[in-house]
């Protein structure tokens, strides 16, 4: 019953963003709703390593920026058109997520040392970008422009194609998100985040699960990065591939609620306006900036469990306990 | 909840939001320009046998290694030194043996703000600043603690020097854009080969 209601309102919710451009055509909306879109989808991919399998990464911004140089690459090299580019480029995250976190979780590594370790990992990929000639160095990649094309997914003036792309995006990762949290992997991974050892006393191949959330996360973490580098038209890795860029990445998720399918979208849907709007009134990005810090600092502080964690506590939890 | 007793997980977000206000108010107030600090010693250089040593680098060298001196000497020789590092050893029992074990929490952050303020001052004679500069010493920093055993103090201070001239190595012998790699690469497989660190010590969480 619950359940059903839900979904009722998810459809809805939908809908009525479906209908949005088809009411609006003014660029400012949508470029705030296409970035609102991006870092839910984003953040959804992040939750899923760290959300339901507990692992905290911090490093998300290597497989974001390893999705949005292949793309841009095989175009630029190969002329393979960016659909498949994106494929290939979740592929190799995925690959590269494998490499990182088989003996990263192989050895043990965990909590504060698995931050430090994707920091690590992330850090030296960006300085490897920098300093390859394939990757454009610091310069960076510029796309040549083409005329609009679904193909070559390119749009200039209409942003209406990139917003129903990320929307499309977006719904589909929440799709999986939902598939995963209601499947026994899902359940798996739950019990991994909450206790391990007690998930490998019961014969849980907790590794297996643990590598299988990564290569999924980084899989659709590399998506949106090959989604940002068509909608930016240009990369950098000071701009893809910093810390930052993996804060942004987590702070909705953290915002909303770590290890929900809600919980990222509402983070995003507040953060984000906020952050254009302030980008708008103080015209650079250092307000919104300090915005970000305290809002992480305060979430982190007050609300750990994010929005939707803290109404599940206090309102749904103890409705369950009383039926 | 005070943030202390969080995981540490939620400590390290808490500090990159720190970071993030800090970095950006710094920005809003000076502007984002690199800025050095000209100094009348600034270009000068002393020779020893084929050692070129730029005196800024060299007075850095000789704080640096001071503080730490002295460092070492509050934490082994008073009342406040002992408590941060039997806190460190086993908060626990420094509780039970009367330990107000927040206020060493609080001392020894303090500390080590004070500690990375007095390196800051150090780089800006010599090396251009500006509000991003702190990151490439953060995470160099980093490495430090966990090559040279979290909470081992010596250890840090002596994986801080191998990591120094790892640094430079690096820079000489391929690039200066990949000075930070090999030191990176070096943390991760400390990592994972031996969580410990290099020194001894205990792991955290």
């Keep these: 019953m619950r359940l059903n209601r839900k979904a009722y309102f998810y459809i809805l919710f939908f809908i009525i963003l479906f209908i949005i451009p088809v009411l609006t055509d003014s660029r400012l909306i949508l470029n705030i709703l296409i970035m609102v879109f991006f870092y839910s989808y984003l953040s959804l991919a992040w939750n899923i390593l760290a959300g339901f399998a507990g692992q905290y990464s911090v490093g998300h911004a290597a497989y974001f920026g390893i999705g949005a140089y292949t793309t841009a690459l095989l175009y630029l090299r190969t002329g393979l058109i960016p659909w498949l580019g994106i494929l290939v480029g979740a592929a190799l995250a995925s690959l ?39 990757t454009g160095r610091a310069d960076g990649i510029r796309y040549p422009l083409e005329p609009d094309s679904f193909w070559l997914f390119q749009f ?57 959330a990564a290569a999924i996360s980084a899989a659709l973490t590399a998506v949106g990065g090959a989604f940002y580098a068509q909608y930016t038209l240009f990369l950098e890795p000071d701009t893809t591939m910093t810390l930052f860029v993996s804060i942004d990445i987590l702070l909705p998720s953290l915002i909303g609620g770590v290890g929900t399918t809600a919980g990222p979208l509402i983070g995003s849907f507040l953060l984000t306006p906020l952050a254009w709007i302030l980008r708008i009134a103080y015209g650079a990005e ?37 039926r | 909840m005070p943030i202390i007793e969080h995981p540490v997980s939620a400590q390290t977000l808490m500090t990159l939001g720190l970071l993030l206000v800090i970095q950006n108010v710094v920005i809003m107030v000076w502007s984002a320009d690199p800025r050095q600090v000209v100094t009348d010693y600034a270009k000068l250089t002393f020779t020893y046998g084929d050692l070129y040593i730029p005196l800024p680098r060299f007075l850095a060298f000789v704080v640096a290694m001071t503080l730490s001196g002295i460092l070492h000497l509050f934490l082994t020789r008073t ?15 420094a509780k ?27 780089v800006s004679i010599y090396y251009p600043i500006d509000p991003f500069v702190g990151d490439t010493f953060l995470i160099m920093a980093f490495i430090a603690i966990v090559l040279g055993s979290m909470g081992n103090y010596v250890g840090a201070f002596i994986a801080g020097l191998i990591l120094g001239v790892v640094e430079i190595f690096t820079a000489f012998v391929l690039s200066s854009l990949l000075r930070q790699v090999v030191p990176l690469i070096i943390f991760l497989l400390v990592l994972l080969l031996k969580p410990e660190g290099l020194f001894g010590g205990r792991l955290r969480e």
Aim: charged residues 15%; glycine residues 6%.
């Design chain 1, 96 to 134: 590269f997520a494998l490499g990182i976190s088989y003996p990263t979780f192989r050895f043990g590594i965990k909590g504060y040392y698995y931050i430090l370790t994707t920091l690590a990992v992330a850090e030296i990929l960006r300085r490897i970008f920098l300093y390859w000639d394939l």
């Design chain 1, 156 to 212: 200039h003036w209409d942003r209406t194609p990139y917003y129903y792309i990320i929307l499309v995006f977006l719904i589909l990762c929440m799709f999986i998100s939902y598939i995963i949290r209601n499947s026994q992997f899902g359940l798996h991974l739950l019990a991994i985040r909450d206790d391990e050892d007690a998930a490998q006393s019961v014969r849980i191949n907790t590794l297996k699960c643990k590598l299988i």
């Design chain 2, 79 to 93: 009342d406040s030194g002992t408590a941060i590092r039997a806190t460190a050893q086993d908060s626990e029992t």
């Design chain 1, 286 to 322: 250092v307000l919104h900036m300090i915005i970000r810090g305290v809002v992480l600092m305060i979430v982190v502080a007050l609300v750990p469990k994010g929005i939707v964690g803290t109404i599940i506590d206090y309102y749904i939890r103890p409705l369950h306990i009383k």
């Design chain 2, 96 to 122: 039970v043996l009367g330990i107000d074990v927040n206020k060493v929490y609080a001392l020894s952050f303090g500390l080590g703000t004070a500690c990375a303020a007095v390196a800051g001052n150090l």
